[in-house]
């Protein structure tokens, strides 16, 4: 976001975590992903959707990994993907990424 060059992690100059923003993001507040959602919704309408992957860092972790929704009547859907990273790319770690919507993160839709 805007705000990692004051330093900051997660947040963005206004202050806000935009991992929290995808349910409702404001145009003023939360430009990146207010338009990132217009052009995933303008390109769905024009074309199958087949992945969208937001990649981030961590400040502890190593390797590179992902966070992913759970759908149990699909859980592959979600998990393809990443497996296959792990198998072409030897720093890619399968067994660190984790597929589970917890509560507390639920507006990151």
Known sequence: PDGVINGNYRCSLAGCDLNRRWKKPSKVLHPT?????????TLARERQFALYCDLHGHSRKKNVFMYGCN???APESTREFPFLMSKLCDFFSFNHSRFLMQR????TD
């Open 33 to 41: 992903v207010f338009h990132t959602k217009k052009l995933i919704k």
């Open 71 to 73: 759908y149990p009547s």
């Open 104 to 107: 507390s993160k639920e507006n």
